[in-house]
Every structure is written in structure tokens, then in C-alpha cells.
């Protein structure tokens, strides 16, 4: 079969990056963010390219147990590699990062270590964190339960203060405070931070949290009391399976009373209550920094589904115009490029959205540091918002990459089932999607009325300040190309925003009462929320634009991929820019025939615009998106991998084929 | 643990079902569609639920081998069952659809045989179809190959005629020409239609159709020059993994002439390419009853996704107004409702016009016999528009549903994963979706020029006739409750339909090149072919509305389901209404809020509405969405069934836990 390696995927490719108008090294370096990232990086995932104890393109194939013993063999060997080769604390990170596998790392790292640095006192960090960084325990974050998810004043579980022993007695006392979903409970670690309602002297002082030893560190028998497990297959072959999310119940589990986490409120040997007195901001940066983190990590997701779908859509080829020719890349069509382009921008746009986010974070910390809470409430909604506007993106742009991929892109090895399967949760964690953009809108609304008393917003929402003009002036443009300008961009998001956030503001004035209005009101309120999200999004591409980008053509195609952002959300959500009289459907008209001028500019340059995202053949673990194009003859290898094929004649033949055939199912045993 | 039974679930469900305000078991029978359908449903849904065989809770939880194994299992057990109990054709049908596990008997019984009786001579069909229908042989549909998927024009494989011994010579000349994804292919069939350039005395005629032994009859190996096998693990756990969709290559495989699927055309003994002379718009019966299955399955599959998040809607608790009282239920929340409702809406939606289409069925199979083929191209359009847009909505609805359940729905026993795994194939099968909008598209781009010059369109495009009142007359209505009227949502929806496709046609006939501009405004048509498909529910759906439907409180209900389901999409698709000029923002403001006031009527009758759909638990297979709402005990319950849990300590805990933990690592073996 001499032509079984004839395919014109790798030819094809190399013809789309010689027609590249920018430079995509320097493109690397912009999505790293500095020359020092990319260093780290790059070193990192050939690490994990190169060494076969990482390899993952078989876990669809394998069962759970197999699958979840392979995970914890990569986490002893990952942790090997830190060791011996002396890997700093971001080095580390970035090495489990291109692992790309979840695992208790992620909880012992990213939530258990935080939590005891943010709310243990110093000297109980000095007790734990050692332990925790040499890995002598395994810790995770154990807070939602059977019966309760995103509203922590709901837990059940209790911590209630024995004076006579000086102990904790962490009880579950009913099915539904079982806690339920913790990653790494199931059947790795050895220690959580669990919350539970404390009580003492009777009185119940609510949630707060606790270090439970959970089990031996003999023989990693759970402890008395204590019955824990993993709580079964969740969506997606692969995907977090490898992750042992569990379940926990404490029978009357005595723990010391230094096992509370003390720096915002102790229990003092007699059982009195006391807070510390610190204010309880100082958790506000840990949660900025997860955020930052989030919304990073969505630009990662997206820009590896897209890196796949954009790669395929040049090597697929479907109908054609001329007799004779090969068929025409899907890429050419327009119905393609509307749905692709506008999510290579997006990728973009979430990176810079995200490295904004770190600078705010340092900032945030600063401020903390002396005592200036004032843009805290600014903070916490912009971060709510931006966590849940670029994981709903991202989650339903990875699926869409999929649908983009055809048929192909449903099989496994495309490597976007897993990639959705295993990224959708992060709408849902950290605050469930829906829920933070109320916090966001409520925060508008308050940040409106407060206007109303002559108290200027800040931050991202300073241009709330100047809602009368941007609620009254109309949008001037009639020529299409004026949409090509930041400023006519900017102030078009902003009005749509002031103005969405006004009328919902005047809607909530007139009601006789404030919580049910904003019940009956919420679904124009989460799009006033949103619309100040992705105000915020485009704020930061633009200020990113007006920054010294080098390289040949950088900025060019950037310029062009910020626009399509922009544009494409006018597109989509045109209602509003109708609705609120911002926009006249000619201006909107103008916009699409823009947006549809921007892909022409996008096409020459879309392969090297995921080519800049710099991931490996690993990384990607999709057949559809192989760096070198050669997508066929590697389909066809990987479908001899399957373990149906392992017999020419399949397993339940002679009892289940053969008695159909024959008509003999009556004799049959089945 | 006595408390462990105590979950406020089944009380919870007990008070809903008080609260409705219609007869559920009139409701029944609506969703039904007749007593008749009724009563063989009836049967059938507990057959399998009450037999062992048909478990499938435990799918998510095995190997893809054992997967397999068992669904050839319950293949043959299905078969067993139909032949002692004397099943009739609809009965077994019913059977298979109840076991709802994909597998080759989907292919053989809803692909092989109709091909053949679509496209065989009377006499090939006397050959095959006894052989068929006894299942002595198994068959698929090998149409797709690994370079070509919806363009059928552009498949490769051949059938060379040899008039030295009378037969096809079958060939895969190349990697891309082989045979991908057909189901039953891999491991199960011993025949296959296939689909291949039929060529004879040196000239392609193009694609034909020819039945192809691919597996001896005696041990199920495959014949000479056939190379076949499964082509590997599909997106989620179970789903779709129960089927065997295979790869296949021929290599010179000699079949004789006459096996050549010969109705339309044939290849005489000296090798002479002949036409029969028959219409080849007969093929267009079969079409029209796979996509009429294809519409009433997409209203299943979301009915079956609306009962588990309604329900789990109602038992679940979150947050709440009042201290010391129970938690809120979510499904009182308006976010929940605006999500759900409309869903619960188009699953009643999805069913009526499934129920026309069944009846437009009957008239096409008439009018072919009568050779009058005038309706074809509109019921073409169709059946085409509805099949994409219903099988789109209902995937994007099962995952919403999934959403709407929190984190539980990540879970596989949900039931949920695993739904809409095995159903989004639905999206890209028998016509990828985009691709059927734009023949939508070509067809009402082709009745509006054809309107200019007189003719008159019919069917679901004679509102077309109208265009120039329709493009002219915006709406009146100036009070909210005007909206509650079929009329004037029916004027509505044609309006925008109408403007959207003369505002595309306007933009064609300016254009120079009208393939190109087909392509430049693909977007737009898209979204007119939208809004074309929309009314023709909506239409549907009011026609339902005005015949008798008896049973107490019934009709009044579904009167609110439908306003439900038009204003919502009034409000989805504002920017349409606004853009067109037809509606004013304060009419589709007046829309939002009378759909706020339909979301409260609905709200009482919520879980009857899905407990009208008369789902067995066997069915829905999710312990969210049990009948008895008893959800927290049995996810309990469930959690000790997950194989990690077969032993208390993991069993990697001594090769990669303890040499974490215990500092060990440069000693071990990894």
C-alpha cells in the first residue's frame, strides 16, 4: 500500500505558514508574556514531551483504575523530577501544567497549601508547611457537601469545641453534609482543610475551617472515624477521571484544637470565641490570584482547541469549485471562518485579559498591605465577572473547535472530547458561572446608586461615572471603516454597558421590593453584567494594542484580531446595541461587512496565529491538530491501536453473533 | 446512621405533583400521540426495564471491550425476545428504541434495509431483504470515508466493471478512499452497502451503490482483500462506544454485477451503464422518514434531559430567604426557570412538528407514487432545516440541562454525560447541520426569485407570497397581553423570516458573481434559514394548538408552552426583530415580560410536564432525575459501586503514594 503515506496534509501546511505576514517568534513571546515565562516553558514541555512516563494519548483507552493508578505514577514521577533536578517553585508549576493531568497535586499545591498560608497563623504555618512542601502529607480542600454546593453558609458538617480534652469533634450529621466532590480526597491524600460549622459553649459561630488528619501516614488506612471514597466516573473518557474527587464523613472525629486555622478568629483553651482581629480582606488576594490563574488557564484551553480546529480546517478538504482539482480547505469557507476567527481572537483576548489580571493582583496586595480596602468591592466583581465570562467562552468554544473538526472531531483521539470533558467543570468551581455575574451586577447597581450620590467609580467601572453622556449620545459612524478605531470600539461597549446597567438600575428603583426585583429581573441583569465583562475584556486588548508590541507585523495582525473580538461580539449581541438605541441596524451592518474584511486579513495568517501558542504534539494529544499536517495515515495507525482489534474475530462472537446468524438463540445461554 | 435515609427529595416531588393544574395522564397520551402508540410504548418501556439484561447504569463504569461485549449481548437478547414473544415490526422497534443503546442493529434495521428497499430492484430485494429481516446477515452502510464525510461526490472508492467474469472489482485506491466511521462496520456486520464510483469500459459514472460480503458466513473472519476494524474510542463514557463504527479497505474484491443496487441505473452483462428511467426524486420517501425519526428522537432526547434537570430542579436546595427554614428550591429561581422553561417549551415543540412531519411523510410517499413531484423541493428544505435546527437545539439543551443541575450533573449518574455524548453525533449524521441550513438557504433564495416572477410558493414557504404586506407592515401591539395571541406571533415570526431572506436575496442580485456572494453572506442566509425553520415550529405548534386536545387543563397549559417557546425565541433572536425593523425595543421589552408571567404558570406544573413524558427510571438512567426524587441517598449509594473502591488503601499506594510521602523516590522504580 505504497500510497498510504500520500496525504496532503503536511504539504499544505508548510504552504500556509510560507504565506505568514508576521513574525512568529516574536508572536511567541508576546502570548508568553516575557522572555522569562517562555524560557521556563519551553524547558518544561520538551521535559514532558520527551519522557514516555507521560504519555497520555491512551487514556481514553484505559478503565478507571488503570487510568487513576497511571496518574498516581506520573505525580510520584513528576515529583522525582522536581527533586532531582532542583526545579524552582515556577519551574515546578509549569512542569505539572504541561503534565496536563489532574491529580492531587492540583489540590495540594493550589488549594491546600494556599488555604493554610491564607488563614493559618504564622506559627501554624510553621507547623504544617514544611510538611506540606516536602510532600510528607498530602493535603486537599474539603468544603462542599452531598447536599450543598456554591452556598457555604449551607454546610452541615460541625466542629464543635470539647473543653474537657481541648479537642474538635468534626461530625457529619446528616447524609447531605457528607462532603462530596473534593478532588484528591477519594483515595490520595492524607490531610484536609475541611469547613465546618464551629460550636462552642452551645453556640454555633458558623463556618470556619479546619486542618483533619483523614489518614495513616503507617499505612494509609483511613482513621477512626472516618470513612472516605471516591465518588465515581464523571463526564468524559480520560478528562478528570484520573482526579479521585471523593466523599468524607467524620464520626464524632476528635482533632486538636490548634487543628482550627487561626488568623481570623480563634478558640481560646476555655472555649471562648475571639476574633483576631485582622481584617477579613487579607482573603481577597488569595482569591484574586485563583482567579487570575482561571482566567489564564481559559486562554490555554482555548488556545489548544483552537490551535486544533484552525490546523485540521487547512488540512481538510470538503466540495470544491473546479472538476479535477483537489477539493477546497475548509478554511476557505466563510461559515468556517465566522465561527473560528472570532475564537483565535478570543484566545488572544483572554491571555491579555489575564496578564492584566496579574498586574492588578500585585496591585491588590499593595493595597492590602496598607490598610486601603477601597477597591476591593471594584476587584471582586471585575475578577467574578472575568472568571465566569472566559470559562463559559472558552468551555462552549473547545465544543465548537469539535463541531468545526467534523466527523473526526468526535473521536477521542482528536483530542477534543477529553479537552472539553476536562475543562467544562471550571464553569462550575470556584463559583458557579451564573451565580458571579449576579455578584457582578449587584455591584453595578450599587456602583450606579452610589453615583446617583456624586461617589466616583473606580477601576473598571470608572466609566459608570459618566453615564449621562454615554446614555444619551448615539453612536455617529456611517462609514464602515470607522469601526476601525479603539475609540469608536470602547465607547460603543461602554454605552451598551452604562446603558443596560441604567435601565435595570431604574427597573430595581420602582419596585416596592429591592431582592424580588432583582429575582424577577435577573436575566437583564446577568447581561448587563456581562456586557461590563466584556467591556473590560476589550478595555485591556485596546490598552494592550496602544503598548510597544515588536516584531515584523505583530501588532498588525494583532490590531486585526482585536477588531475581530470587538466586532464579533457587536454581532452577537447586536440586540442590546439596537435595544438601548446605542447602534442603528445600518451601523451594526457596517460592523458585520468590517468583521468580514478582518477574517480576509486573519486567513493568510491564521495557522502561524496558533503556531504562536507554541504547543507540542504532546500537549495537544490530537491527531486532527499534529504540528506537521500528516492527519490521515496517523488516524489510520492510531485505529490499530484499539483494543476491539486486538482479535480479527470479535470477543462475543461464538455467544452473541453467530446464534443471530444462525438462528439458533433458542439453545443459546446469553 | 439512621439519617441516612432522611432527604427531603421525595416529599419535595410529592408536593409538586399536588400542585398541578392539569390531567397528566390526558397529557400522556398527547405526548404519545395516539392511544395506540400509547400502549405498544407502554409495553416495551417495561419489558426492558424489568429485564436485567438491559442494565446499562454500570455502562460509564466499563472497559470499552466489555462494553462492547455486552451490547452484542443485549442485541441478541433483543432479538430473542422479539422472535418468542411474536413482536410486530413496531413493537420491536420500539423494543430497540427502549433498550437505547447504540449498536449495528440501528444500522442494519434503520440503514442497510431501507437502502436496499430504496435503491434495489424487486427482485434484489426478494434476494436480500429475507436474509435481512431474518438477520442471517447483518448489515451496514459504509457511505463516509476518512478523507470525505458530507461531500459524497468526492468519495474515492471504486467498482471497476470486469465484463471477463461479469463482476465489480471493489478498490480503496488510497489512505483517504477507506471506508470511515460507518457503524456495525467494525466488528459486526457481515455485509455492507457500500457507496463507490461506478466505473465500466473506462468510464466514472459517478457514485453508486452495491451490496459487499465482508465477513464469512461460516466464522465471522473477513473475506479475502477485505482489511476491516473498529476505529477507536469515541467522545464520553458508554455513549456511542457500544457501537463498533469501523474503518474498511478493499482490496480488488470481486462481487458479482447483480449485487449492484440497481433501481435507479444498472451496468448490463457487456458492461453498458443503462438509467432505469424511475425519478430518482423515489429516494426522497426515504429521506423524509429518516428525518422525521431523526425530529421525533431529538424531542425524546431533550424530553428525557428536561425530566432529569426538572426534577433535580425541584429536589435541590440553595441558598434561601428565611433563617432556620429549608433552602431554597433552585427551581424557584427566575435564572433557572429562563433556562429550563424554554427547553421544557421546545421538547413539546420538537414533538408536534415530528408528529407533522409524520403526516407530510404520508403525502410526499402519494404524491411520488402519483409522479407529482412539485412539492419536493419545499418539503426538501424542510425537512433539512428541521432536522438541523432540532437535533442542534436538543444537543445544546442536553448540555444546558447538565449545566442547570450543578455540579452533580458532571457526574456519569447523572445520566446526562453520557446522553449527550451518545446523542451530539445527531448534529453532524445524515447531514451536518451548517451544511443543511444553506440548502434552507438556496431553496428560499430560489422561491423569492421565482415569487418575483409570479409563481407561487406553497407549504411552509407560501408566507413568501406575502413578502411585500410582510415587508412592509411592522407590528402594532402596544400592550404586553397583545402578545398572547397565535396571530400575531405567527405574523411575527413570518415577518422576520421574509425580511431576513429579502434582505439576502437583495444582497445577491447586486452581487457579480452569485456563487461568491453565496459564500460572502453565508452568515446572513444562515440566520434567515434560521428564522424560515423557527416559524415553520411555531406554526406547527399553533396548528397543534387549534385542533381538539381533550383531557382537564391540558390545552391551557400547552397554550403557555407555546407562547413560551415563541417569545422566547423572540427574545433570543431580538437583534432579527429589531434589525428588520418589525418590532420596536419596547415590543420585544412588553415580550420578555409577558414571558416572565408564562415562566409563572408554567412553574406549578413544572414537574408534571416531565412526568408527562412517562419516562421509566430504567430509561432516563439517572439518579438525579429519579421518579421518586430520592437523590441523595442513592448517589450515596452509588458511589460505593465505583471500582476504586474495591479496596480501601488504592492499589498504587505502595509503588507511588508512600515513596511520595515517605521521601523514597530515588529508590523506587517508577
Known sequence: MADMTETMGPSTLREERSKTQFDVEAMKLVWAGSAAHKKVADKMKVLVANDPVFEKSSRPRLDRKSLYKNSLRKAAHAWKLIQDNHLT??????????????????????????????????????????????MSIIGCYAQTELGHGSNVQGLETQAVFDPSTDEFVLNSPTLTSTKWW????????????????????????????FIAPIRSLDDHSPLPGITVGDIGVKFGNGGYNTMDNGFLRFDHVRIPRDNMLMKLASVTREGKYVKSGQPKQIGYGAMVYVRTTIVVDASNMLSRAVTIATRYSAV???????????????????????????????????????????????????????????????????????????????????????????????????????????????????????????????????????????KKPTGTAAYLGNIQKLATENCKITQGREWLSYDVIIEAFQARAARLAGACALKLSKAPNAEAAFEEFATDLAEAARAH???????????????????????????????????????????????????????????????????????????????????????????????DGDVYPNLYKDAQEEPLNDSVVT?????????????QLRQSKL
Open 182 to 209: 473534593p478532588g484528591g480526597l477519594g483515595k490520595a491524600s492524607t490531610h484536609c482543610v475541611t469547613y465546618a460549622r464551629l460550636i462552642t459553649d452551645g453556640k454555633d459561630y458558623g463556618i470556619h475551617a
Open 651 to 663: 470477543e462475543g462472537y461464538a455467544a452473541y453473533i453467530r446464534p443471530v446468524l444462525k438462528n
Open 89 to 134: 517553585e515556577e519551574e515546578a508549576s509549569s512542569l505539572r501544567h504541561y503534565i496536563d493531568e489532574p491529580s492531587y497535586n492540583d489540590l495540594h499545591w493550589g488549594m491546600f497549601i494556599p488555604a493554610i498560608k491564607g488563614q493559618a497563623t504564622e506559627e501554624q504555618q510553621k507547623k504544617w508547611l514544611p510538611q506540606a512542601y516536602k
Open 533 to 627: 465583562c466584556q467591556l473590560i475584556i476589550v478595555e485591556k486588548f485596546v490598552e494592550k494594542m496602544r503598548s510597544q508590541i515588536p516584531g515584523r507585523g505583530v501588532a498588525e495582525i494583532l490590531e486585526v484580531l482585536c477588531y475581530v473580538y470587538a466586532l464579533d461580539l457587536v454581532r452577537i449581541n447586536a440586540a442590546d446595541f439596537l435595544s438601548t438605541g446605542y447602534l442603528t441596524s445600518k451601523q451594526i451592518s457596517l460592523a458585520k461587512d468590517q468583521l468580514r474584511s478582518c477574517f480576509k486579513k486573519i486567513r493568510p495568517n491564521a495557522v502561524a496565529l496558533v503556531d504562536a501558542f507554541d504547543h507540542t504534539d504532546h500537549y495537544l494529544s490530537s491527531i486532527l491538530g499534529r504540528y
Open 316 to 454: 481538510r478538504r470538503q466540495f470544491g469549485t473546479e472538476k479535477g482539482k483537489p477539493e477546497t480547505q475548509v478554511i476557505e469557507y466563510a461559515t468556517q471562518q465566522s465561527r473560528l476567527f472570532p475564537l483565535i481572537a478570543s484566545t488572544y483576548a483572554f491571555r491579555f485579559v489575564g496578564e492584566w489580571m496579574n498586574s492588578l493582583y500585585a496591585d491588590v496586595l499593595a493595597r492590602i498591605e496598607a490598610n486601603d480596602f477601597s477597591t476591593l468591592p471594584e476587584v471582586h466583581a471585575c475578577t467574578s465577572g472575568l472568571k465566569s465570562i472566559t470559562t463559559s467562552i472558552t468551555a462552549d468554544g473547545i465544543e465548537e473547535c469539535r463541531k468545526l473538526c467534523g466527523g473526526h472531531g468526535y473521536a477521542c483521539n482528536s483530542g477534543l472530547p477529553e479537552l472539553y470533558a476536562a475543562y467544562v467543570p471550571a464553569c462550575t468551581y470556584e463559583g458557579d458561572n451564573t451565580i458571579l455575574l449576579f455578584q457582578v451586577a449587584r455591584f453595578l447597581m450599587k456602583a450606579l446608586s452610589q453615583v446617583g450620590s456624586g
